[in-house]
């Protein structure tokens, strides 16, 4: 019967960080992601060319009350992000120790505020997501639910509503 209980145990044991794992990468929202109750939304697209800069950019800062507030924050809510488990370690390493990949050309990026202060930016560069942990303010990868196509169809549906930039 003991030797039955500490099979019991061992299995425990292994299956707890197996399901932790599955648990914390499933697909989140914004909220889980570390952001309260929105207060400012700032989006910036731009599709540079190598060598030349920002080709075309185009961004807008929104507050509640805005035309378009509902609109964006409708879009951003309905975004869904997986977390790889290592980010809850990842975090909190230092800076220089995590390897980052150059930022692709084009890029959507997504500055948001909550009413308590706390901040969270997405960046959304060629389908490889990137969000700042709420409490390290580390980068870290994100996989974004439907790819590099989602990133593209927001952007594409979102360019006509942003101002140029000068």
């Known amino acids: 019967m003991t030797r039955l209980k500490a099979h019991w145990k061992l299995l425990a044991v292994i299956l707890a960080p197996l399901l932790w794992a599955a648990w914390y990468s499933r697909p989140v929202d914004i909220h889980t992601l570390g952001i309260g109750d929105l207060s400012a939304i700032n989006v910036r697209i731009s599709h540079p060319e190598p060598g030349v800069g920002d080709k075309d ?57 909550d009413s ?3 901040d969270l930016m997405l960046q959304l560069n060629g389908g490889k997501p990137r969000y700042t942990s709420p409490y390290t303010g580390q980068n870290l990868p994100a996989s974004l639910s439907g790819g590099k196509k989602t990133a593209q169809s927001l952007a594409e549906r979102l360019w006509p509503l942003l101002e140029e930039e000068s």
């Open 57 to 113: 950019a185009r961004s807008i800062g929104l507050r509640p009350g805005d035309p378009l507030w509902p609109e964006i924050l409708e879009e951003v809510e309905a975004l869904r992000f997986r977390r790889p488990p290592w980010n809850l370690v990842r975090q909190y390493l230092r800076e220089d120790v995590i390897r980052t990949e150059p930022a692709a050309r084009e890029a959507l990026v997504f500055n948001l505020w």
């Open 116 to 118: 308590g202060g706390g």
